[in-house]
């Protein structure tokens, strides 16, 4: 058996998908360090995300944005994707989806879509 051991001072890696595109939380930042731009990749066969982290332009993909201590998640749009996803494994997307990061390789990050935690929207009035 392998144990994942977890720190209260960190935020575990997750990903959300929504309509706009995804977006990385704070607990992922340390693998975007030198990252210029990612290529986004599915495999159907195991309902999975993978995130390739690509330094120096290495290949074409979706920019990010400059990592700084200031940065607290990094956003990407990439609306055809989402719908790829919507498509494939029949989420709404019109609901917002949160997934944890279930594997970290070397320049990649592995996400199961099988165990989504559905994030509900607060009406403006409510916040």
């Known amino acids: 058996m392998s144990v994942q051991w ?11 998908i929504a309509s706009y595109g995804i977006s990385f939380n704070a607990g992922c930042l340390p693998y975007f360090k030198d990252v210029e731009s990612v290529m986004l990749g599915c495999d159907t066969t195991t309902k999975k995300v993978h995130v390739k982290l690509l330094k120096n332009e290495e ?3 979706f920019s990010v944005p400059k990592i700084d201590e200031k940065t607290k998640n990094v956003r990407i749009s990439c609306r055809e994707f989402v719908q790829f996803i919507q498509l494939k494994f029949k989420y ?17 990050l592995i996400i199961d879509l099988s165990s989504p935690v559905v994030l509900e929207k607060k009406a403006k009035s409510q916040k």
């Open 92 to 108: 709404d997307v019109s609901k917002t989806y949160k997934f944890f990061v279930d594997e970290v390789l070397e320049n990649e």
């Open 59 to 61: 290949g074409s993909g």
């Open 6 to 16: 977890f720190s209260p001072n960190k935020t575990i890696p997750a990903i959300t």
